[in-house]
């Protein structure tokens, strides 16, 4: 199982603080985690996830590009940062 979060703006665009996904089989990548989250609702998760400067943490450590997922992995999305 996997718990995927989402925070701040992302978790208000998409009405969902937390989710329990069931790990496939097969297995899954961040990428194929994303697509599936966005083809099994409504269209604005769509929007949400696939943009260039979302980022994600896997277990708490920031990653860039996509990465193998393992069963009991947090996986975490938030908006982009700014500061000043």
Do not use: H, Y
Not at 7 to 16: N, P, Q, T, W
Not at 52 to 57: D, Q
């Amino acid at each position: 199982m996997l718990k995927v979060l989402f925070f701040a703006s992302v978790r208000e665009k998409l009405d969902c603080a937390a989710l329990d996904i069931a790990l496939p089989d097969q297995g899954l990548d961040l990428e194929n985690l994303r697509a599936m989250l966005w083809s099994q609702r409504e269209p604005k998760w769509r929007g949400v996830l696939e943009q260039e400067n979302l980022i994600c943490a896997v277990n708490q450590v920031v990653v860039g590009g996509n990465c193998a997922l393992a069963d009991g992995d947090e996986v975490a999305f938030f908006p982009p940062v700014t500061g000043g």
